[in-house]
C-alpha cells in the first residue's frame, strides 16, 4: 500500500495598497533607501495609535468574495505577542479568532488541460501587518534593521490539507497569483517576497495522519513542485528505513534541490493573543459587502469562460491568455477593431476566423519576437489597428503566410505600418496570373533537369521547382497557384 501525502498550504501575500495597514507611511515594496518609509507609528514608538486602512480590508473582503468564503459579520484586530528584532512593537497586530474570511475554496485549473479541475479547500484569510527586515552582512558581528516592510498590510490564507502532491500545490499557487493580480489586490512577486508559500505536509498509509513537516522560504511555483515532491519521497524513505519524522521546519537548498533541517519544533508557541485595544472590533453589514462585490473585476475563471465563447479558441490558447493577462487585454482591443471590416461579411465566422488568427500570431510569432521578454504594452510598437490591420491582410489573402512572417517582424522592430512594409517592398501577394506564368516559364527553363525528372514521374522534383519559384517572386506567389501553373506546363 502507498503512501498518502497530506499537504496544506499557508500563503501570505503583500497588500499593493499605497499607504500601510496602520500608519500613513507609503507602502513601496521597491523602496531601496533603508528606513525611509517609517513614522511613529511603524517604528513602535511609545503613545502612537494605529488606524486600520479601510483599503487593506476591502481588499481581503474581495479577495475572500472571489474564493468563495464566507465574510464574518463582525470581526476584529488581536496582539499576537512575540520577540523578535524585525518586530519592533513586540508584537503583530494580526486576527486569531474571528478572521474577515472563512471556509471558501478554489477550483485549481485543469491541468493538463482538458482534465477536470478539482476544489481546494480554503480554511481562513485574516488580515495583519508585515515584519520589518533583518540584514546580516558578510563577516559583521551585527546586523541591520530595515522597518520599510514593518506594517505592510499582509493578507494570510490558509488552506484545508487538501493537495496531494506538487504538482497541485503549484497549480494553486499559480491559481491564486491569478486570482490576486487579476483583482489588483497584490502583485505577488513571489521573487520579491510579495507572496510567499509555506508548504505543511506528513505522509501515512491509514487514517491516522503522520508527523507534520513545514516547509519555508520557497522563492517560486517550480520550488514549490520540487520541494513538496522531494519531501513526500524523503519521508517515504524514513519510514521505510523504519525510522521516525521528526516534526520540523525544513528549508529548501536551490543547488542540491533537497530540502534540509532548520529547526526542530520546540514547544508551540504562546502568543498570549488578546484583542488589540487600540481598535475597534469591525462590524460588516450586508450593503457594504455587497457594494465590495458590485467593484470586483473579471476573475481568470470567468475569463477562460468567456474567452472559449467569444472568441472560440481551444483551450490551450485560452490558458495562454488567462496566464498573461496584459497580452490577453492587447488581444482583446485587437479583435476589437475587426468589428467594422467583418460588418458586411457572414460576420459570426468571419470574426472567429480572424479572432484565431490573432491570437495564433501572439502566442507563436509575437512570443517569438518577444524572445523571453514579458509583454509590456507601453513598449510594444505594434499598435491594436496595425496589428488588426496585418490579420486583415492575411485574411483576404492579400499577403502569403511566408511574407507575414516578415511583415510581422519588421512591423515589431520598426511599429510601421503592414501595408506600408508590404507596398514598400513589394511583398503583396502576386495576383497577375501572366507575370507569374512568365516567371515560372523562366524557372523551368533554368532547371530543366528536375523539370525532366518530374515529366518521368519523380513527385519531388515538383516541390523543387516550386521552391525556386517562391523564391524568384520573393515568396509572394499563392503556393497553390504556383503548383497549378507548374502542373499545367509541365504535362
Ligand atoms: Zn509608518
Redesign the pocket.
Known amino acids: 500500500m502507498a503512501y498518502k501525502p497530506t499537504i496544506g498550504l499557508e500563503i501570505h501575500a503583500e497588500l499593493n495598497t499605497k499607504s500601510?495597514m496602520?500608519?500613513?507611511?507609503k507602502n513601496d515594496p521597491d523602496e531601496k533607501k533603508p528606513n525611509y518609509?517609517?513614522?511613529?507609528?511603524?517604528?513602535a514608538q511609545p503613545g502612537t495609535l494605529p488606524v486600520a486602512n479601510e483599503e487593506a480590508i476591502k481588499k481581503v473582503v474581495k479577495t475572500g468574495l472571489a474564493l468563495n468564503c464566507k465574510i464574518a459579520e463582525d470581526s476584529k484586530f488581536d496582539r499576537k505577542n512575540y520577540f523578535y528584532p524585525d518586530l519592533p512593537k513586540g508584537y503583530q497586530i494580526s486576527q486569531f479568532d474571528q478572521p474577515l474570511c472563512e471556509g471558501g475554496y478554489l477550483e485549481i485549473p485543469a491541468s493538463p488541460v482538458g482534465e477536470k479541475g478539482r476544489k481546494i479547500r480554503i480554511t481562513r484569510i485574516h488580515l495583519e501587518e508585515d515584519t520589518g527586515s533583518l540584514l546580516h552582512p558578510d563577516g559583521a558581528d551585527y546586523s541591520l534593521v530595515n522597518l520599510n516592510r514593518a506594517?505592510v498590510p499582509l493578507m494570510e490564507l490558509v488552506t484545508e490539507p487538501d493537495i496531494t502532491s506538487g504538482r497541485e500545490a503549484r497549480l494553486f499557487a499559480e491559481e491564486l497569483q491569478r486570482i490576486f493580480r487579476y483583482l489588483k489586490v497584490s502583485s505577488a512577486d513571489m521573487e520579491k517576497g510579495e507572496m510567499r508559500v509555506e508548504v505543511n505536509i506528513s505522509i501515512s498509509k491509514g487514517k491516522k495522519l503522520g508527523t507534520k513537516v513545514e516547509i519555508k522560504n520557497l522563492n517560486s511555483f517550480k520550488v514549490v513542485e520540487k520541494a513538496v515532491d522531494f519531501e513526500i519521497k524523503r519521508q517515504e524513505e524514513v519510514l521505510e528505513a523504519g525510522e521516525k519524522i521528526i516534526q520540523e521546519t525544513r528549508g529548501w537548498n536551490d543547488k542540491k534541490e533537497i530540502t534540509f533541517s532548520q529547526r526542530e519544533k520546540e514547544e508551540a508557541h504562546d502568543y498570549r493573543y488578546f484583542p488589540e485595544p487600540d481598535l475597534p472590533p469591525m462590524h460588516f453589514d450586508k450593503d457594504y459587502i455587497k457594494e465590495i462585490k458590485l467593484s470586483m473585476l473579471e476573475l481568470p475563471e470567468q475569463k477562460r469562460e468567456r474567452f472559449r465563447k467569444e472568441y472560440g479558441l481551444d483551450d490551450a490558447s485560452v490558458e495562454f491568455f488567462v496566464a498573461n493577462k496584459d497580452l490577453s487585454e492587447y488581444y482583446e482591443k485587437v479583435v476589437s477593431e475587426f468589428e467594422e471590416w467583418t460588418v458586411e461579411e457572414e460576420k459570426g465566422e468571419a470574426h472567429k476566423k480572424a479572432s484565431k488568427l490573432v491570437a495564433n500570431y501572439l502566442i507563436s510569432d509575437v512570443q517569438g519576437l518577444l524572445a523571453g521578454k514579458a509583454f509590456v504594452e507601453e513598449e510594444f510598437k505594434i499598435t491594436p489597428e496595425n496589428f488588426a490591420e496585418f490579420i486583415k491582410m492575411i485574411y483576404k489573402n492579400e499577403i502569403s503566410s511566408k511574407v507575414a512572417k516578415m511583415v510581422i517582424t519588421n512591423m515589431f522592430n520598426t511599429g510601421s505600418d503592414p501595408s506600408n512594409i508590404v507596398e514598400e517592398n513589394n511583398w503583396s501577394q502576386m495576383s497577375d496570373d501572366a507575370e507569374l506564368e512568365k516567371i515560372i516559364k523562366e524557372v523551368i527553363e533554368k532547371n530543366s533537369k528536375p523539370a525532366e525528372d518530374y515529366k518521368a514521374g519523380k513527385q519531388n522534383a515538383l516541390q523543387f521547382l516550386a521552391g525556386q519559384v517562391m523564391s524568384a517572386t520573393r515568396g509572394t506567389a499563392k503556393p497553390d497557384k504556383v503548383h497549378e501553373v507548374l502542373k499545367k506546363l509541365l504535362s
Open positions: 500601510k496602520f500608519c500613513s507611511c518609509n517609517i513614522c511613529p507609528v511603524c517604528s506594517g
